[in-house]
């Protein structure tokens, strides 16, 4: 196949792929020729006859699989946001191919020879930090990747590998699967009592698109907390809005628990291969935190403020139902607590945020908040490219440019929900920005906002606010990217740093001069009442029990399944079924202190693709690890009298355009001047430390 438009660079501004060339078909070619053209490429570095030098070794690993990584990058892309049976069918195929392709390159005893020998030489080469660090880095990966062990144990890792990037596959396309299976469909319109009509429309446009024209259909979020459950009156359909949420990979749909506790133990035994206790200390090993006890430290000091904190709310809205439903005996349940959160708002100091929806219009929050705070803070501006097209009709494609007017790269835009698409909220890199490669960054946004009926407008929740602004700081992380090699573009930086610029962009929603910009009645124009924004600040602080609890429960679920080690008895069930891991799991979250019936952590195993189908695995707790560090840089942009452009400026210098150049936290540390501090953090979540309580 020689028209198959991966086998050369793109022609489009900034390499664009030319999605309106590529089918189904150019996929699996493109692999096959992009692992043959890399291992050649890996045998050339290897039958080199001069002595290993930076260039004839490091510099060509950087050029080598860039086939490769063209196709990896567009169909790793299409595989999560618009998948159909030829890509799941693909992505099976490839997936454990990929693996040992991988393992192909890392296990090659010659090439690691070539680069151990730098290794050992490299304070005589002469190299600049940026190559030194590049150097130490790459030996860390072959040694972490198996270089060092016997041919054994190579082989046994070789069949783990391939196993996990099966199961991985397997994981990730199930619980689309099953997310879509426990969509709700409803017969009678008086079951959604509640809703406004615009999320009626989008019910009955869901409906009719599912095929049932006629009813009301509500797709699940991959999270566990539903946000239609804030607003459905009707307290039996919201019940079985959780308990499908719940269910999602347990009960007859229980391929997906088992399948994730498989995954468990063959990561642990992958562990113990390569000299780690289990999972969580190799995966840490990398990282900023370093170390198992210094995740744990963290977590002992949140845990016992924050169901503090869950139980007083918890007390609070149980008052509230039993007042307004005259039953003194009607117990709060998962199901009851968004619902009832929301009336408490409402009657309180702070705002129900239904009220705020008319106010959150998605174009107006994308040009007026997002492009517009990143504008006032680093002076870059955004500009619609209708000419581009994108790898589906409802994304967009937008061009970023420097304060001088400089072109930075692309930034893609896909935010609607559709089948098509795995849950959740996430940012990809179809070209990552290399001036080895002569190449700028092409970023994409997804999203899943709930998409309006036909000719009705996209209201937003501020949690969908916060998304948008959260995943756009991942975009400027890719697109401020400012390195001479692809290995350390953009986010190529440790998963508990990737989040930090991400969380710092959050700041600037609530920013007054920012929120004052964007929060315009959708059919009016008129802005924000004074008195709304006052109490959404109000709203801001409402809840952080509950928020944090459920997050701290799936991040410690996540602890659990990778600290369990190889020998454990519970690592090698051979045949663990759906009530073996909920069983699991309540004695993880009760072990933890962490088990608020009415608080069901963010994910569950069963659908908990974080981690079991999308590289977060011991890993999940790097939200809260990077908000610590998110938090306090905060306080450094809101402290002092500098102008927030030239703030920005030097943030974006030190921080954000260095990716993986630089240890990130050392970087931090210089920026800051001290070390990270996790007091703004607890003052931030309201989770200072009661009387009585010492926090650990």
């Known amino acids: 196949m020689t028209n198959n438009p991966f086998f050369a660079r793109s022609p489009l501004p900034y390499e664009l792929p030319e999605f309106a060339k590529i089918d189904d078909e150019h996929y699996l070619p493109a692999f096959e020729r992009g692992m043959a053209e890399q291992l050649s490429e890996i045998h050339a570095i290897t039958s080199e006859v001069e002595e290993p030098t930076f260039d ?16 990896s990058n567009v169909f790793g892309n299409i595989a999560s946001s618009d998948s159909s049976a030829e890509s799941d069918a693909i992505e099976a195929e490839i997936s454990p ?35 030194l660090r590049l150097l130490e880095l790459y030996r860390l990966r072959f040694v972490r990747a198996g270089a060092g062990l016997d041919t054994d144990q190579q082989d046994r890792l070789r069949a783990i590998n391939v196993e996990l990037a099966a199961s991985a596959t397997q994981f990730g396309q199930a619980n689309t699967a099953a997310r879509n299976a ?58 079985r809005v959780m308990a499908a949420s719940l269910g999602r990979g347990f009960g007859a749909d229980g391929a997906n628990s088992a399948l994730a506790a498989r995954i468990a133990a063959l990561r642990a035994e992958r562990a113990t291969l390569l000299g780690y206790p289990d999972h969580a200390a190799y995966a840490v090993a990398d990282q900023t935190a370093r170390s ?53 708002q409402a009657a309180g100091a702070s705002v129900d945020t239904e009220t705020l929806r008319p106010y959150f219009e998605l174009e107006r929050v994308l040009r007026d908040g997002v492009f517009y705070a990143a504008e006032q803070v680093y002076g870059i501006s955004v500009r619609e490219r209708g000419d581009l097209i994108g790898y589906h009709p409802e994304v967009r494609v937008f061009e970023v440019f420097d304060a001088g007017g400089e072109p930075l790269g692309l930034f893609l835009g896909d935010f609607f929900a559709r089948p098509s698409k795995r849950g959740g909220a996430w940012m990809n890199e179809l070209v990552s920005q290399s001036r080895l490669l002569d190449q700028k960054p092409v970023v994409v946004n997804n999203l899943n906002i ?74 009016t124009g008129e802005a924000m009442p004074a008195e709304l924004v006052e109490r959404m600040a109000a709203t801001e602080r409402f809840g952080e029990g509950f928020r944090t609890v459920e997050y701290l429960a799936a991040a410690l679920l996540d602890w659990a399944w990778h600290r369990i080690p190889a020998a454990d008895p519970r690592s090698g069930v051979s045949d663990p079924d759906s009530a073996y891991v909920e069983a699991f799991e309540e004695a993880t979250l009760r072990k933890a202190g962490i088990a608020v019936a009415a608080i069901p952590p963010r ?70 001047g001290r070390a990270p501090e996790i007091e703004p953090l607890l003052i931030r979540r309201g989770l200072t430390v009661r009387s009585g309580q010492d926090g650990r």
């Open 56 to 71: 004839n070794v490091i510099v060509a690993l950087e050029r080598s699989g860039a086939l490769l990584k063209r196709v």
């Open 603 to 672: 994910y569950r195993t069963g659908y908990f693709a974080h981690i079991f189908s999308g590289g977060y695995d011991a890993g999940y707790y790097s939200y809260i690890w990077s908000e610590v560090l998110d938090a306090d840089a905060a306080r450094w942009f809101t402290d002092g009298d500098a102008p927030i452009r030239e703030k920005g400026r030097l943030f974006r210098r030190e921080l954000l355009s260095r990716g993986g150049s630089v240890d990130p936290l050392e970087a931090f540390e210089a920026f800051r």
């Open 292 to 344: 198992v006890s210094a995740v744990e430290e963290m977590f002992d000091r949140l845990v016992p403020p924050a169901v503090a904190k869950a139980h007083d709310e918890a007390a609070e809205l149980a008052a509230a139902m039993r007042a307004a439903t005259d039953e003194e005996d009607a117990g709060l349940c998962s199901w009851d607590w968004q619902f009832w959160s929301g009336k408490v």
């Open 182 to 239: 426990a969509t709700l469909i409803l017969d009678d319109v008086s079951e959604l009592a509640g809703l406004d009509s615009a999320a009626l429309a989008a019910a009955a446009a869901n409906a009719r698109s599912l095929g049932h024209t006629g009813k009301w259909a509500l797709s699940l979020q991959n999270v566990s907390n539903q946000p239609v459950l804030a607003r459905l009156t009707d307290r039996e359909v919201r019940r």
């Open 450 to 523: 709930a998409k309006p009926a036909e000719g009705e407008a996209a209201l937003l929740t501020w949690d969908n606010v916060r998304t948008l602004f959260h995943e756009f700081g991942h975009a400027l992380h890719g697109l401020f990217s400012d390195v001479r090699y692809p290995f350390f573009s953009g986010t190529e930086v440790p998963r508990d740093f990737v989040e930090f610029p991400s969380q710092v962009n959050e700041m600037w929603m609530s920013r007054p001069e920012i929120l004052a910009n964007y929060a315009r009645h959708f059919e």
């Open 97 to 131: 191919r990929l693996a040992a392709h991988r393992d192909a390159i890392h296990l090659d005893p010659k090439l690691f020879g070539r680069i151990d020998s730098l290794y050992g030489r490299r304070g005589e080469l002469g190299l600049d930090p940026e190559q």
